[in-house]
């Protein structure tokens, strides 16, 4: 039994009056037992949001984590760090590090390993753009970004991954508000999960790109779907705790 995952990545938003909103705002998410509800945001409020997150009873992961343990390596946050700091999450090769920030398949990979090397579970972010979509390309540019990591055509997922989350997030269907269709994006993770063979069927594996109070239910209606992974809607307090009772209740 996969327990629904519900992940707000709060990307460069927030301030510390934001979080004091927020938090005011988010109080009903103790509702929400049966989902896990794990919240990102930027990396220097995750000490401060900790107490904050066992006191309202959510996660915390991190927007990114470095590939590196530790050194000359400016500007990056190591795995053991924000495992120090109260994270149990990172999200690796999100579409915006890929695209804007130069994160390569074989960076992605790396930064994978290093989380799981110290116990913080990775959530492995895939997903095409359009001319990949109208390309037909879709199946073949996931299959590259999974196999990278080491999650599909190495053989069976070793018990040590079957922790690890998938996120799908369609790069067209990030923060334009045009969703994929829950009927799309279920092909997707059935895909996903046979490829992933017997092991998978542990594997949670979640859907991102413009997902609202709106179509969250119908996307967590779908047998593969096992949580959501949001962006904009994340930062909306009440329209986030929507979302965490509607996992809740899937
Ligand atoms: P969005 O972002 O929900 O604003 O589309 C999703 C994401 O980038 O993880």
Request: aromatic share 6%; glycine share 12%.
């Amino acid at each position: 039994m996969r327990k629904p995952l519900v992940i707000g990545n709060w990307k460069m938003n927030g301030s510390r009056r934001f979080i004091a909103q927020w938090s005011e705002a988010t109080q009903g998410l103790d509702r929400c037992a049966t989902a896990e509800v794990v919240v990102c945001p930027p990396s220097v409020y995750l000490g401060e949001m900790a107490p904050l997150a066992d006191a309202m009873g959510f996660g915390l992961g991190a927007q990114s984590v470095s590939e590196y343990e530790g050194g000359a390596y400016t500007g990056e946050i190591g795995a053991e760090m924000l495992v120090e700091v109260g994270c149990r999450y990172a999200l690796v090769g999100h579409s915006e590090r890929r695209t804007l920030f130069g994160v390569d398949d074989s960076r992605a990979a790396k930064q994978f390993s290093a989380a799981l090397r110290v116990g913080l579970t990775p959530v492995l972010c895939v997903g095409e753009n359009a001319a990949q979509r109208e390309a037909g390309e879709t199946w073949s540019v996931l299959r590259g970004q999974l196999a990278a990591a080491g999650l599909i055509g190495a053989g069976e997922v070793s018990a040590q991954m079957r922790v690890v989350v998938v996120a799908y997030e369609p790069i067209w269907a990030i923060g334009t508000g045009n969703a994929a269709t829950p009927a799309d994006v279920q092909t997707v993770h059935g895909q996903i999960r046979r490829e992933l063979g017997a092991g998978g069927a542990q594997v949670r594996i979640l859907y991102g790109g413009s997902v609202t109070a709106e179509n969250a239910a119908e996307l967590m209606a779908q047998p593969d779907i096992d949580g959501v992974l949001i962006g904009g809607a994340s930062l909306r307090a009440a329209e986030f705790v929507a979302i965490c009772e509607l996992a809740a209740m899937s």
